[in-house]
């Protein structure tokens, strides 16, 4: 069974840049959620993603925005990149709305 | 509106005594769902528990317990005789039926050899 996988693991950008991060879900799993954690923080729901329609989202801006295509895999899309957009961007699958959530190992994005 | 608590920022014990963190939760839903997570130093979160809102029943899994109050919204977490291994910060979530999961501010947990 192949876990949740995200990439790429670490990632610097400059202010006002744009950023595509990438989830790999757990075989099986048909929902995805994103989450960001800020240093010292619990993880902030970002949005999830059930069988290709958004499902729910937490209190981002619109430049926040994700996809997730057939095979279940996900993108999770941020413009104009600001200083406080850096963290660590979790990835997590789950085989319903409700269910456990399998987390990659995230990536850490730094915004200069 | 979804709110989950954690009073306890951080949480030192000697090894082998035993020590519970604490969760406090809102919510306007009558269905729910209470998650605890662990999150060790190597930093990937890894899912201990998930209850749904019409079970109350207390659960025992090893060492690790929770207990579920409906009446005081609560969702504590004790570890018995603790190990060094579980020094981790750990974390309470609760889910709507929406799917949005919240999660608290976690809870450090520093076990002392």
């Known amino acids: 069974e192949t876990g949740v996988t995200q990439s790429p693991t670490h990632l610097i950008k400059t202010r006002g840049q744009q950023v595509t991060l990438r989830c790999s879900s757990q075989?099986?799993?048909?929902?995805v959620s994103w989450y960001q954690q800020a240093l010292g923080q619990g993880p902030q729901f970002i949005f999830q993603?059930?069988?290709?329609?958004?499902?729910g989202r937490g209190n981002f801006p619109p430049r926040f925005s994700g996809l997730q295509f057939p095979n279940y895999s996900s993108e999770l899309n941020v413009n104009a990149l600001e200083l406080d957009d850096s963290a660590l961007y979790l990835c997590a699958s789950s085989s319903g709305t409700n269910e456990k959530l399998f987390f990659g190992s995230g990536t850490q994005l730094s915004v200069l | 509106a979804q709110k989950v608590t954690q009073a306890q920022t951080e949480i030192s014990v000697v090894e082998k005594e035993d020590v519970t963190l604490d969760c406090v939760y809102e919510?306007?839903?009558?269905?729910?769902?209470l998650f605890w997570y662990k999150q060790p130093p190597s930093g990937e979160l890894v899912f201990l528990i998930r209850r749904n809102s019409f079970d109350e029943q207390n659960e025992i899994s090893g060492r690790y317990s929770w207990n579920f109050q409906k009446s005081t919204s609560s969702f504590n977490f004790t570890i018995t005789a603790s190990q060094v291994v579980d020094s981790a910060v750990y974390f309470c979530?609760?889910?709507?039926?929406?799917?949005?999961?919240?999660f608290g501010k976690g809870t450090r947990l520093h076990i002392l050899p």
């Open positions: 075989s099986g799993h048909n929902t």
């Open positions: 993603y059930y069988r290709e329609e958004e499902n």
């Open positions: 979530a609760l889910s709507e039926a929406k799917g949005k999961i919240i």
């Open positions: 919510t306007r839903d009558t269905t729910y769902y």
